[in-house]
């Protein structure tokens, strides 16, 4: 999925926890940042464009280990145990990541580096992609006004 979908989807979950998280400052862009993590071994995605990240690409093919739950939860442990403050918020963020991505044609290796592999129907960047983009980010829209609503 584009990286617009990934943003758009996590966003809705990060806007489920804004009351019950107490360091909104670190969760929202940690959260963000976790969603765009995966794709560090693309050199077309936005993360993956960073010249640091080319060492990545080299060793790791997309939709390779950064695109499996083995990845996703080894970091988390490692932060749960150094940072905990920011294990929850990068969980959050790269397991929808790859949540999302399992509902596309090229799926991810779930539990990288054993062979099972999850994919459905969705072509990135296709119309439906998009249709699912737009319904997300309506759908964030109308959270967002319920939890400001509750705020008041």
Not at 79 to 92: K, R, S
Request: hydrophobic letters at 60%; a positive charge; aromatic letters at 14%.
């Amino acid at each position: 999925m584009l990286v617009r979908t990934h943003i758009a989807i996590n966003a809705l979950f990060i806007i489920m926890f804004l009351s019950r998280v107490s360091k909104l400052w670190l969760f929202v862009p940690i959260a963000l940042f976790a969603t765009i993590l995966p794709d560090i071994d693309s050199g077309f995605s936005t993360i993956g464009r960073f010249q640091s990240s080319k060492l990545i690409q080299f060793f790791s093919k997309h939709r390779g280990m950064f695109h499996s739950f083995t990845v996703c939860i080894i970091i988390s442990v490692i932060l749960a145990a150094v940072l905990p403050v920011l294990a929850l918020p990068f969980f959050l963020g790269y397991s929808l990541h790859l949540l999302a991505d399992t509902f596309t044609i090229e799926g991810i290796k779930v539990f990288w580096p054993l062979p099972l592999k999850s994919s459905w129907r969705i072509r990135t960047g296709s119309r439906v992609e998009t249709t699912l983009f737009l319904v997300f980010l309506l759908i964030d829209v109308l959270a967002l006004i319920v939890v400001i609503r509750g705020l008041i």
